[in-house]
């Protein structure tokens, strides 16, 4: 996908965030539970995780863009040149990645919980909209654990396409033989 405006970035998320929600929230505990093997994740530690990785993309967000100037009401007009994650995104595809411990899920918590914290994340990310419209993010860069140093544009495409990956494997875990009736 060719990301042209930061609108198009956020409403990436903000469709992906609508499909996983609309995938668990009606999982009983013992599915939200199930594990296809010992050592995989359940959807309920896939979904524990996305809220650690988002609540620290929010801390990176909100520490690195800068702050909107309070003024005339007038905005400057801020150049976008779109771009692609597809690269990175097709390095990763059949990988599997390990996460930093820090974003390692401890379970436990309900589905019910773990989207609360997902939607409370998310708000504070849509609360960053204005401030990620209003400046370059282009020249702001950090490292990420498997695509190297990428930009605040790119990091913010990172929110989406890293639940899109989860949700796929939530779909696999769903999908499996032993996935319980209820």
């Not at 896939?46 to 005339?72: D, T």
Request: glycine residues 4%; hydrophobic residues 40%; charged residues 20%.
């Amino acid at each position: 996908m060719v990301y042209h405006s930061v609108t198009e970035i956020f409403d990436d998320a903000q469709a992906s965030r609508r499909q996983l929600k609309q995938r668990v929230e009606n999982l009983s505990p013992v599915q939200a539970a199930y594990k296809k093997a010992p050592d995989a994740w359940s959807v309920i530690e896939i979904l524990e995780h996305l809220g650690l990785v988002e609540q620290q993309l929010v801390k990176l967000f909100s520490n690195s863009l800068p702050a909107v100037a309070v003024g005339n009401g007038k905005t400057a007009q801020v150049q976008f040149a779109p771009f692609s994650m597809d690269s990175y995104l097709e390095s990763t595809r059949d990988r599997k990645l390990k996460s930093p411990q820090s974003f390692v899920p401890a379970g436990g918590l309900p589905v019910s919980e773990l989207l609360q914290r997902l939607r409370a994340s998310r708000d504070e990310l849509l609360a960053l909209r204005p401030r990620c419209e209003a400046h370059d993010l282009s020249r702001i860069v950090f490292p990420h654990p498997v695509y190297g140093p990428i930009n605040l544009y790119q990091w913010l495409t990172v929110v989406g396409s890293h639940e899109k990956r989860h949700l796929r494997q939530i779909e696999t875990i769903m999908t499996s033989p032993g996935f319980p009736e209820a």
